[in-house]
Structures are given as C-alpha cells and as structure tokens.
C-alpha cells in the first residue's frame, strides 16, 4: 500500500515539475478549421512564407484545392511555383542538405506538426519571437529559446523586444497587432487542417449527425406521446 502512494505521489510530482518546468504559458490558437476563408488565408501565407524551408510532405495541392473550395487553376497560378503538377506534394523549395547547413538544423517537415505539438504552440511559436542580437538569426523565441528558425514574418508583424512591444517605431510590420494574430490563427488552422485533413469531413458529418439525432428525438417524444395517452 505504502508503495502504491508513494508510486502515486511520485507520479503527481513529476507533472507537477513538468508543467512547471514548461514555464511559459502558451497563447490560445482559438482556430476555426470550419472557416474555409481563414484555411485559404492560412494555405496561401503558407506557401508564401513557410515551404521555401518546411515541406508537408503528405499534402497534395490538389487535395487542398479540393478541401478548400478552390479550382485547380486558382491553385496553379496562385499557390504553386511554376515546376510543381497539381497532384505534387508540398515539397521544399531549397535542398534539405543546404538547409541544414545554413542552419545548423532542418526545418522538420509540417505535415503533422500541428498534431505533435498542437495548435496553441504553434500560435505561441510564430507570436513569441523577439529582437536577440546575440542570436546569429537576431531573434530568439519565448517558447523555443534559442531556435534556430528566423523570425520570418517580421515584415507583418515588425520585431519586437521580449516584452512584446515594437522594437523601434521603425520596426513596425505591415500588419496592426491584431491583425498579426488573425494571420497567424489563419496559418496555424491550416496547419491543423494538413496534419488531419478527414476533419474537415467530420466537421461536416458531425453536423449532420446531431441534425438527425435531434430530428429524431423528437419525432421519439411525439411516438411515446402517442403511445401513453390512454395509459393515465
Ligand atoms: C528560412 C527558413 C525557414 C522558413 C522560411 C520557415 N522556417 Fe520554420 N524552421 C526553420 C528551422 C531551421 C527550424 C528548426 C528550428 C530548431 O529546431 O531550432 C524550424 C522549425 C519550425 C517549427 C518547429 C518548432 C519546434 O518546436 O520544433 C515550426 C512549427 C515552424 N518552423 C513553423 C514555420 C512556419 C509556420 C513557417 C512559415 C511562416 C516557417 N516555419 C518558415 C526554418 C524556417
């Protein structure tokens, strides 16, 4: 008995100085994966910022043109570089070897990033760079101290010092606060879409579902209504 509570209470203690060792506390994601204009907003800041190092390997562009109510020519021209067929995967655009050798690490692939590390880090991540100067990338991270990745959408949100205000009046991005955190929301939903795209269709299955057990429920209230009525 003794060793069942002492085994307990070593259990207790490690989650305890695990959650407390996590030390800062991450942002709320608040995603939305229903929301298809937020998802498009997402693929297309994806492309634009994030494949030229990470791939998703196990997302399709067309899959995506699908999901996201767009046609396949909208994704073409808008979302592809010029090489890719429309039924590729979401592969890098620079070698994984120059990669790793321009940064000491490689940019792991994404595909199922969101589900390993979940979406509130991944908000937090892409919110809590900060001005670093001795980072040889100028930035470090408030919840991945000393990462090797560049802060690279500081020209929306401009650099910030570890307190999260401007770094400088002339370090402000193109986008107020509060849109930056829309654009990220935006980013990390699609994000979350990639790592589980048959969401999507659970989502719309799920309201279908309720619809019925709802509709159900009541036409089962009229039948046992009908049934007793004589009874009493
Ligand atoms: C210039 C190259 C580059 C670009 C562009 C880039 N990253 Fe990274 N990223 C890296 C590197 C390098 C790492 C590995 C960092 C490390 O482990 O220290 C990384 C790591 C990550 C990680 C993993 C963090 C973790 O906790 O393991 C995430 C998530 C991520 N990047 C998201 C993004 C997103 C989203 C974008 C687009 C907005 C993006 N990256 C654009 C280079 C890049």
């Not at 085994?7 to 942002?27: F, N, P, R």
């Not at 910022?49 to 999901?67: L, P």
């Not at 321009?102 to 509130?120: N, T």
């Not at 880090?121 to 001795?134: I, K, R």
Request: charged fraction near 20%; glycine fraction near 6%.
């Amino acid at each position: 008995m003794v060793k069942i509570i002492s085994y307990l209470g070593l259990i207790v203690w490690a989650q305890l100085s695990m959650s407390a060792e996590g030390g800062t506390k991450l942002m709320q994601a608040n995603v939305d994966i229903a929301n298809t204009v937020s998802l498009q907003n997402g693929a297309k800041l994806f492309i634009n910022y994030c494949v030229s190092c990470h791939s998703a390997e196990y997302m399709r562009y067309n899959r995506m043109a699908k999901d996201l109510g767009l046609s396949d020519d909208m994704v073409k021209k808008n979302l592809m570089f010029a090489s890719d067929k429309i039924g590729d995967t979401m592969t890098i655009a620079m070698r994984p070897d120059d990669a790793e050798q321009w940064f000491g690490v490689r940019p792991p692939d994404l595909s199922v990033i969101a589900r390993s590390k979940g979406v509130d880090y991944l908000y937090s991540f892409l919110n809590g760079f900060y001005v670093d100067s001795s980072r040889p990338t100028g930035v470090n991270n408030h919840y991945y101290p000393n990462t090797a990745m560049p802060h690279v959408l500081w020209e929306l949100q401009g650099f910030r010092d570890n307190h999260g205000d401007a770094y400088q009046t002339s370090s402000d991005g193109e986008m107020t606060p509060v849109q930056y955190q829309q654009a990220t929301r935006d980013l990390v939903a699609f994000l979350d879409y990639v790592g589980e795209p048959a969401k999507l269709v659970r989502y719309k299955i799920g309201f279908w579902v309720i619809a019925f057990l709802l509709v159900l429920f009541l036409v089962a209230c009229m039948v046992k209504k009908e049934y007793w009525k004589d009874v009493h």
